[in-house]
Nanobody, 123 residues
């Protein structure tokens, strides 16, 4: 599967952005999906994951209540709605896929990666 992330940009603190990750192929529903991010000078960080059917989601504590992962298997698209953004959310955001029912929170749990989209939150 090939992944293409989009939707990043520059936003003021407290604002919102919606990221999308378009997947190629007709087997998107076979993949659990995740979002990760890498801030300047920091390690890659797990953000959220969703099961292949969409019924199970998980978010890292730092984004709970602000970010929501979702997917539309009919549209082969993964989403990340980000609200109440903070400057510390500034990072390159990556979508990822693994051919399992549920993905994990480690970078190594996933087999396919999008190219990343930059999110910058100004204070």
């Amino acid at each position: 599967v090939q992944l293409q992330a989009s939707g990043g940009g520059l936003v003021q603190a407290g604002g919102s952005l919606g990221l999308s990750c378009a997947a190629s192929g007709r087997t998107f529903g076979s993949y659990a999906m995740g979002w990760f991010r890498r801030a300047p000078g920091k390690e890659r960080e797990f953000v959220a994951a969703i099961s292949r059917g969409g019924g199970t989601t998980r978010h890292v504590d730092s984004v709970k209540g602000r970010f929501t992962i979702s997917r539309d298997n009919a549209k082969n698209t993964l989403y990340l709605q980000m609200n109440s953004l903070k400057p510390e959310d500034t990072a390159v955001y990556y979508c990822a896929a693994v051919a399992r029912s549920v993905g994990g929170s480690r970078w190594s749990d996933y087999d396919y990666w999008g190219q990343g989209t930059q999110v910058t939150v100004s204070s």
